[in-house]
């Protein structure tokens, strides 16, 4: 393939932007209800969706969980707590 031809078929592919999944773990250091969200002890704001419920988390509570970045938000696709 011609390195123009791939310079464009890159440039084509590129604003469709793919979400990746991440992980990490820390400490609940805050929990908002109304926004649907935890802060954890990196100090970053994570969104719960649908279907994961803040009801039983608590601050001081050490998680793990997945999450990918969506419209500028880190929202969660799994949370599980820490053993």
Known sequence: MKPQMLMAAILALAPMGTAFAAQTSGTITAISKKADTITLSDGRNYTLPEGIEDTN????????????????KAVVSHLTPEK
């Open 57 to 72: 988390l608590r601050v001081g509570e050490k998680v793990q969980l997945t999450f990918a970045i969506k419209g500028g």
